[in-house]
């Protein structure tokens, strides 16, 4: 656990701008086992690329674990990152996606964010993904397309 550097760090700041760099992981003990791991952000924070007013989501991220996990210190401060970030609603989800595949390699991965309406809107995009030629590709594809259109 020596490579984690923000866990038990009292004095961890939260990063002005988008940092996926932040992001640490720890070996997962139970790579044999299929798992769920859940975590859930209600405070989600980033800024529109156009007008510079803030948009507020639920980041929901479900994921099956490989040999790596996301320690949870470190995804708190990588997802307060955003928060002077401008990007859009599906940017932002993709992009979490994306850096949580490239940390930690997972058997299979989807992150939704459940956006408050904004111009009497609510933008829900969800994004997913299952390491290729396995079944867990398989439930991706299946999974997005079968996915109910409401929350």
């Known amino acids: 656990m020596t490579t984690l550097t923000l866990l038990g760090d009292k004095n961890a700041a939260i990063p002005s701008d988008y940092a996926p760099e932040i992001l640490e992981a720890f ?13 859930h952000c209600p405070e989600f924070t ?3 690329p156009i007008t510079g007013q803030p948009d507020f989501a639920a980041i929901h991220i479900a994921y099956i674990p490989d040999t790596l996990l996301v320690e949870s210190k470190s995804l708190k401060l990588y997802l307060f990152s955003f928060r002077n970030h401008g990007d859009f609603h599906e940017d932002c989800v993709n992009i ?5 595949i490239r940390l930690m390699q997972p058997k299979y991965i989807e992150v939704y964010g459940a956006y408050t309406p904004r111009g009497g809107i609510a933008i829900h995009p969800y994004a997913n993904y299952g390491q290729p030629g396995t079944r867990y ?15």
């Open 27 to 39: 070996p997962n003990k139970h790579p044999g086992n299929d798992y769920l791991v859940t975590l």
């Open 96 to 100: 979490i996606m994306k850096d949580l």
């Open 137 to 151: 590709a398989e439930h991706a594809a299946a999974r997005l397309l079968n996915r109910p259109l409401t929350a």
């Open 46 to 48: 980033s800024l529109c």
